[in-house]
């Protein structure tokens, strides 16, 4: 049993869903802390015509101090709604696929829609459906399980009977190796290599949102991910 472990991101870039492809179980970390910065939880990487084009989710976050990811409520002041379609249409007004994917974002920037998580999840799921998961995807707060750090990552993955923790290349200088070696758990380094593929608007700029590739590539997205 592969588990791998990640927060859930805002329109993640392609080897986000790569390393949940290469797992046979994918927990969310929605009950953890929600970072006071900048955070990819709200925000990711589109591309227009002066290169890189940054959208981002308003939260509500002053004088709440600490919260839980799970606990972040969108704030649906203003006109970034409008903006957000506008700037999507207009980036990807040539792209091949761009009226596939465009109806999620139209349904999603919506008022209806009230916390962070449950935007980032239905982006998330709609992506992996897109792919052909088949991995199952299990939110933080449905295991009730506590906890930070190595431990919380050891007490997920032997809940779910983990036999491997697939875990981000660039966890290797906050992991501790000893817990998993305790737990009889074996970790597993992911690196995930950027393919090259068409893009709009000049140079290739790697590790955009994955909606990038899809608007661009559409059907032959899995095909370029080399998965």
């Not at 903006?83 to 919506?110: D, G, N």
């Not at 008022?111 to 998961?133: A, K, W």
Request: proline content about 5%; some cysteine.
């Amino acid at each position: 049993m592969i588990v791998s472990i990640a927060r859930p991101y805002f329109c993640p870039y392609p080897g986000y869903f790569a390393r949940i492809l290469a797992s046979d179980a994918f927990v969310v970390l929605d009950e953890v802390q929600m970072p006071l910065g900048s955070t990819w939880i709200t925000r990711n990487r589109f591309k227009n015509d002066q290169g890189t084009m940054w959208m981002g989710i308003p939260i509500w976050k002053k004088g709440l101090g600490l919260q839980k990811i799970s606990a972040v409520k969108i704030c649906h002041e203003g006109r970034w709604h409008f903006k957000h379609l506008e700037s999507l249409k207009q980036a990807y007004l040539h792209a091949p696929y761009r009226e596939a994917h465009m109806k999620i974002f139209e349904r999603l920037v919506s008022p209806e829609q009230q916390t962070i998580v449950d935007m980032d999840m239905e982006l998330i799921s709609y992506v992996l459906r897109e792919l052909g998961n088949t991995t199952r995807v299990i939110r933080m707060s449905e295991l009730g399980v506590r906890g930070q750090g190595t431990g919380l990552i050891v007490d997920i993955c032997r809940m779910l009977g983990a036999s491997h923790y697939l875990a981000q290349d660039s966890a290797k200088k906050w992991l501790d190796g000893m817990l998993f070696e305790q737990a009889g758990i074996e970790v597993v380094f992911f690196k995930y290599h950027c393919p090259t593929y068409p893009q709009l608007w000049g140079p290739f700029i790697p590790n955009l949102s994955i909606f990038d590739l899809l608007f661009t590539c559409g059907p032959k997205t899995l095909e370029i991910m080399d998965l």
